[in-house]
T-cell receptor, first 113, second 116 residues
Framework: QKEVEQNSGPLSVPEGAIASLNCTYSDRVSQSFFWYRQYSGKSPELIMSIYSNGDKEDGRFTAQLNKASQYVSLLIRDSQPSDSATYLCAVKQEGGGADGLTFGKGTHLIIQP | GAVVSQHPSWVICKSGTSVKIECRSLDFQATTMFWYRQFPKQSLMLMATSNEGSKATYEQGVEKDKFLINHASLTLSTLTVTSAHPEDSSFYIC????????????FGSGTRLTVV
């Protein structure tokens, strides 16, 4: 069974610092990885996707993927109070068609002003 | 960008009644739509996958006769919770993709279902 593991937190980070969120997954054939942000009572919104080993940067966000270690991370630079939310790691197994995502339980991030 | 509209955003119903939730892709054709359920402080759990014009594929443990899914067009999928019970109270979220899904999934705004 595919599993995605995240530390539930809460992770408390001072405003302006770097927030580091981690995720591990169990299914070695997974090929597509996503980070979503979810505010309380709202649906997830996509922050970043990553498919290849290494780093991918988008503004203040950097996703890192290490398939050998089955590890995905998200770095948030210059953290803002508005970044306070639950961050969900999601994994998709690359198949011939479209498969649903397997989500981790999420890390609750708190940015302290 | 891709937009998925989900209605209603919240609904309260009595035990034993049925509730229908709609999920529409507004600016793209969604060949595949997914339905997730999220209990408080839990992650999203995939319930079923629906492809336009074919029967939905349900995840293990999800009752297909209780959660009826219809994907009659490339822009609309519906989830009907039949004979709802309080334990069905949850946050239901749909998601859509245009193809093989490599480029991410767009989520609807979710439906908060409360069964009393």
């Amino acid at each position: 069974q595919k599993e995605v593991e995240q530390n539930s937190g809460p992770l408390s980070v001072p405003e302006g610092a770097i927030a580091s969120l981690n995720c591990t997954y169990s299914d070695r054939v997974s090929q597509s990885f996503f980070w979503y942000r979810q505010y309380s009572g709202k649906s997830p919104e996509l922050i970043m996707s990553i498919y290849s080993n290494g780093d991918k940067e988008d503004g203040r966000f950097t996703a890192q993927l290490n398939k050998a270690s089955q590890y995905v991370s998200l770095l948030i630079r210059d953290s803002q109070p508005s970044d306070s939310a639950t961050y969900l790691c999601a994994v998709k197994q690359e198949g011939g068609g479209a498969d649903g995502l397997t989500f981790g339980k999420g890390t609750h991030l708190i940015i302290q002003p | 960008g891709a937009v998925v509209s989900q209605h209603p955003s919240w609904v309260i119903c009595k035990s034993g009644t049925s509730v229908k939730i709609e999920c529409r892709s507004l600016d793209f054709q969604a060949t595949t739509m997914f339905w997730y359920r999220q209990f408080p402080k839990q992650s999203l759990m995939l319930m079923a996958t629906s492809n336009e014009g074919s029967k939905a594929t349900y995840e293990q443990g999800v009752e297909k006769d209780k959660f009826l899914i219809n994907h009659a067009s490339l822009t609309l999928s519906t989830l009907t919770v039949t004979s709802a019970h309080p334990e069905d109270s949850s946050f239901y979220i749909c998601s859509a993709t245009t193809g093989a899904g490599r480029y991410g999934y767009t989520f609807g705004s979710g439906t908060r279902l409360t069964v009393v």
